[in-house]
C-alpha cells in the first residue's frame, strides 16, 4: 500500500518515485525560483520550454514559467501544465526553435519559433554554478541525474 502522506510537499509516492529513477538531486526549490526569476526578463525570446518530470515516460512542451507563476514562499509553479512541484522536475530544455501549435488545433500548420537560448546561457553564468547542457538542440537544465 503506497502512502499518499505529505512530507515537505512532496508525498511519500513521490518522493520514492524520485529515489528509484534518479542517483542525485542537482538543483534545489531555491535554484529553480532564481532560474524562472533570472529568464523572466521582457527582452529575452525564451518563451517556451520542455519539461521532463522524474519516472514520467515522455517530456511536456509547456510555455516557459515566469516569477509571477511562483508560489509565495513554497516550491511550486503554476504552468501550463497545472501545479508543478519544483522537485519532481528531471529537466527543463529550452529548444533553440520551438514549433507552435495552437491548442487543438490540428489544420493550422504549426509556427517556429526561435529563442534566445544563447542568451539565457550568459544570463544563468551569472547566478553560478548551474547543471546546464548547452547543444546544437538548446539549453537544459538537470534537476536530477537518472539511474544508469
Known amino acids: 500500500m503506497t502512502s499518499d502522506r505529505m512530507f515537505d510537499g512532496v508525498t511519500d509516492r513521490k518522493r520514492g518515485r524520485i529515489t528509484r529513477h534518479t542517483r542525485a538531486s542537482l538543483m ?67 529548444p533553440r526553435v520551438f514549433e507552435y501549435r495552437p491548442l487543438n488545433n490540428r489544420v493550422i500548420p504549426g509556427k517556429k519559433l526561435h529563442q534566445d537560448v544563447d542568451e539565457a546561457v550568459g544570463v544563468l553564468a ?6 546546464v547542457e548547452v547543444t546544437d538542440e538548446g539549453l537544459m537544465v538537470r534537476g536530477y541525474l537518472p539511474q544508469e
Open 126 to 131: 551569472e547566478l553560478g554554478e548551474y547543471p
Open 28 to 94: 534545489s526549490d531555491t535554484k529553480w525560483r532564481k532560474l524562472i526569476h533570472a529568464l523572466d526578463r521582457p527582452n529575452l525570446q525564451l518563451g517556451h520550454c520542455v519539461i521532463k518530470f522524474v519516472g514520467d515516460p515522455e517530456p511536456r512542451a509547456t510555455y516557459r514559467p515566469g516569477e509571477a507563476s511562483l508560489y509565495p514562499g513554497g516550491g511550486w509553479i503554476d504552468a501550463s501544465l497545472g501545479a508543478i512541484r519544483l522537485r519532481t522536475i528531471e529537466w527543463v530544455m529550452f
